[in-house]
């Protein structure tokens, strides 16, 4: 039963995922993903009480499984992989809106840091050894606010732009950010790297 | 029915609203902080509002026109940014904005969300999109004109999204900061995107 539960969860999920190359999310109704995957209407609302809870378990199925970022471990790579990922949204906008969007809402239950934020809060602390507690978290916060799908989307709803002018502008942030930090006379030792995309990532020893 | 409204905190950027918009508006506002946004009833909102359900519908046609005239009241009223002078004031102006979310976090919520129903709703047109809510990108215009067209750009892009609820959400979910802790963040992350890049010494 509970193994039932779960497929039908997931059936649903991926229904409404393939829905979303048609039509926009809100015009995806309940009983058209009963049918899809064969369930009463009444059992997709049992696993999702309201559209918000459907926004985030979609979110999370394009976020995990569609379209996950490349993991990385410095801050080039960061720069590179959030970079591939913001070309990616300009290819399903849709998908990356409700990543946004699924961000954006009050959460529908307890929040907790994502993959994409531990991420981040690493490279910080690899790129800023020695730097206190609280300069770690601004850097982080500020890396993370232009990694979010919720940049990409704000770039390309009220200022008209495409992924690639979004990733630059997470690079100068990214250069700006950890420069503010590093002791004076220090030199990046990855922000130099190319600002335009690479497929394969560099790999970096770990320390 | 059209007068206009001025009740509220007038700046440039307010929109002027007809008394049942205000009314409608001011009733869906109440009922969001009490509620959460999902699923308010438009007839909940026209008893409140003390309009007809039939007026409400005539005013705003879908949930969509309504969340968007009520993000971009909440924006210039509740949210409302003090006029600057200076694009090198923003930090501070970031500052009080992050703590005005903070203070009102299901409107920072509907004001995060709401401009994002454009981006995979094509259908909704010109009316979702979001009105200008800060000064941010006329102050980078006109104070940073000599910069290049490129800087000008990143510059409007990075503070424009750090003066936003976007960013309080991110800081607020994602880094599990205080309001306080979010206020000087996002406020700390404008002021380094406005220094100057070594390889830019003329600028200011």
Known sequence: ?207 | MSTPAGAAAATELTPVLTRTQLAVLTAYVALIEELGTDDVPFRLIARRSGVAERTVYRTYPTRTQLLVATAAWVEATAFAREATESVFDVPLTVRETMRAYSERPELAHVAAETPLRAVSDAAAGDEALPAETTHVPRLVREELGTADDERQRHLTAALTHLDSPATWVVLRQELQMEPRDIADAAAWAAEVVLRPSPREGGER
């Not at chain 1, 059936?11 to 009983?31: G, K, M, N």
């Not at chain 1, 499984?65 to 290819?91: H, K, V």
């Not at chain 1, 704000?154 to 950010?177: N, W, Y």
């Open chain 1, 1 to 207: 039963m509970v193994q039932e539960t779960r497929d039908t969860r997931s059936a649903v999920l991926a229904a409404a995922c393939t829905l979303l190359d048609e039509v926009p999310f809100d015009d995806i109704s309940y009983r058209v993903l009963g049918d899809t995957v064969g369930v009463a209407e009444r059992t997709v609302f049992r696993h999702f009480p309201t559209r918000a809870h459907l926004l985030t378990g979609v979110a999370q199925r394009i976020d995990t499984l569609e379209m996950p970022f490349a993991p990385f471990r410095t801050a080039a790579e960061f720069r590179a992989s959030t970079r591939q990922r913001f070309l990616a949204f300009d290819t399903a906008p849709r998908k990356a809106g409700v990543l946004a969007r699924s961000a954006a809402v009050s959460p529908v239950s307890a929040p907790e840091p994502d993959f994409l934020t531990h991420a981040v809060v690493a490279v910080v602390e690899h790129e800023l050894p020695g730097a206190n507690r609280r300069d770690l978290r601004r850097a982080a916060g500020a890396l993370r606010t232009f990694a979010a799908p919720l940049f990409w989307a704000h770039a390309r709803t009220s200022l008209g732009m495409d992924g690639a002018a979004a990733a630059d502008v997470l690079d100068v942030v990214t250069e700006r950010v950890l420069a503010a930090l590093r002791p004076a006379g220090e030199h990046a030792q990855s922000s130099s790297s190319s600002s335009s995309s690479s497929s394969s990532l560099p790999s970096w020893p770990l320390p």
